[in-house]
C-alpha cells in the first residue's frame, strides 16, 4: 500500500486565485469527515475534496462547475497509485475566471506539485497495543523502546503506567515479560498503517 507518510501542503497561484493543496494521510473512513471539516477553510471560495481509503473513493466539486476539481483531483491520486490519502484543495478566487478547461489543470497541476512535495511511503498494517506495567519498570521498558525502535504514542499515568505501542514483532512482548517477571498486561486495542522500515 503507499500513500503519503504525513501531512503536506503546498501553494500555487494561476491568474490571480490561490490553490492551496492539503494531502492527508487517513486510514479509516470514519476519519475523513472530521479530517475534511479540519483542513477546510470556512473563508475560501472553495474546498474540493479527493479521497482514497481503502475500497471508498469520493470526488467533490464544492461549488466548481461539476467535474472541474475533485474528479481530475481524484484521477491524479490513482495515477500514482495511492490509497488511505485525503487531497483537499482550498481555492482563493482571484477575480480571473479560468474556464472549465482551465479550472481541471489547475486542481490536476495543484496536487502534482503537492504530491512531488510529499515524501510518498510503502506502509504496513501494524498492530497497536496497549501495554500496562508498574512504575518500578518504567525507566527499563523505556529503554527498550528505543533500544527495538517501537513507535509509543501514548501514556497514562495512574495506579500503573499505561503505553499505547506499535508492534510488528510480538516477540517484544517477551522481552518485557523478562523485564517485569511477567508482571505486565498487554491487550491489542487497534491498527493502522505505518511507513514500512528498511
Given at each position: 500500500m503507499?500513500s503519503v507518510?504525513?501531512?503536506?501542503n503546498?501553494t500555487?497561484?494561476i491568474?490571480?486565485?490561490?490553490?492551496?493543496?492539503?494531502?492527508?494521510?487517513c486510514s479509516?473512513?470514519?476519519?475523513a469527515?472530521?479530517?475534511?471539516?479540519?483542513?477546510?477553510?470556512?473563508?475560501?471560495?472553495?474546498?474540493?475534496?479527493?479521497?482514497i481509503i481503502?475500497?471508498?473513493?469520493?470526488?467533490?466539486?464544492d461549488?466548481?462547475?461539476?467535474?472541474?476539481a475533485?474528479l481530475p483531483m481524484l484521477?491524479?491520486?490513482?495515477?500514482?497509485g495511492?490509497?488511505?490519502?485525503?487531497a483537499?484543495?482550498?481555492?482563493?478566487?482571484?477575480g480571473?475566471?479560468l474556464?472549465a478547461?482551465g479550472?481541471?489543470?489547475?486542481?490536476?497541476?495543484?496536487v502534482?506539485?503537492?504530491?512531488?512535495?510529499a515524501?510518498?511511503?510503502?506502509?504496513e498494517l501494524?498492530d497497536?497495543y496497549?501495554i500496562t506495567i508498574?512504575?518500578?519498570?518504567?525507566r527499563?521498558?523505556e529503554h527498550?523502546?528505543?533500544q527495538?525502535?517501537?513507535k509509543?504514542i501514548?501514556?497514562?499515568y495512574?495506579?500503573q503506567?499505561?503505553y499505547h505501542?506499535?508492534?510488528?514483532d510480538?516477540?517484544?512482548l517477551?522481552?518485557?515479560?523478562?523485564?517485569?517477571?511477567?508482571?505486565f498486561?498487554?491487550?491489542r486495542?487497534?491498527?493502522?498503517?505505518l511507513?514500512?522500515?528498511?
Amino acid at each position: 500500500m503507499i500513500s503519503v507518510k504525513e501531512y503536506t501542503n503546498h501553494t500555487i497561484i494561476i491568474k490571480k486565485s490561490e490553490f492551496i493543496c492539503h494531502l492527508i494521510p487517513c486510514s479509516h473512513i470514519e476519519q475523513a469527515k472530521k479530517l475534511i471539516s479540519d483542513y477546510s477553510d470556512e473563508t475560501a471560495t472553495h474546498n474540493c475534496v479527493a479521497y482514497i481509503i481503502g475500497p471508498h473513493e469520493r470526488a467533490f466539486d464544492d461549488g466548481e462547475p461539476s467535474g472541474t476539481a475533485g474528479l481530475p483531483m481524484l484521477n491524479v491520486l490513482k495515477m500514482q497509485g495511492l490509497t488511505n490519502i485525503i487531497a483537499i484543495v482550498t481555492r482563493h478566487f482571484g477575480g480571473i475566471k479560468l474556464g472549465a478547461g482551465g479550472l481541471t489543470r489547475a486542481y490536476t497541476q495543484s496536487v502534482a506539485e503537492a504530491l512531488k512535495e510529499a515524501e510518498i511511503v510503502e506502509k504496513e498494517l501494524v498492530d497497536l497495543y496497549q501495554i500496562t506495567i508498574d512504575y518500578s519498570y518504567t525507566r527499563k521498558f523505556e529503554h527498550l523502546l528505543k533500544q527495538f525502535n517501537i513507535k509509543c504514542i501514548h501514556q497514562e499515568y495512574n495506579e500503573q503506567v499505561t503505553y499505547h505501542c506499535y508492534l510488528r514483532d510480538l516477540q517484544f512482548l517477551e522481552q518485557i515479560q523478562d523485564l517485569t517477571n511477567n508482571q505486565f498486561h498487554y491487550e491489542r486495542i487497534g491498527s493502522d498503517y505505518l511507513a514500512k522500515e528498511n
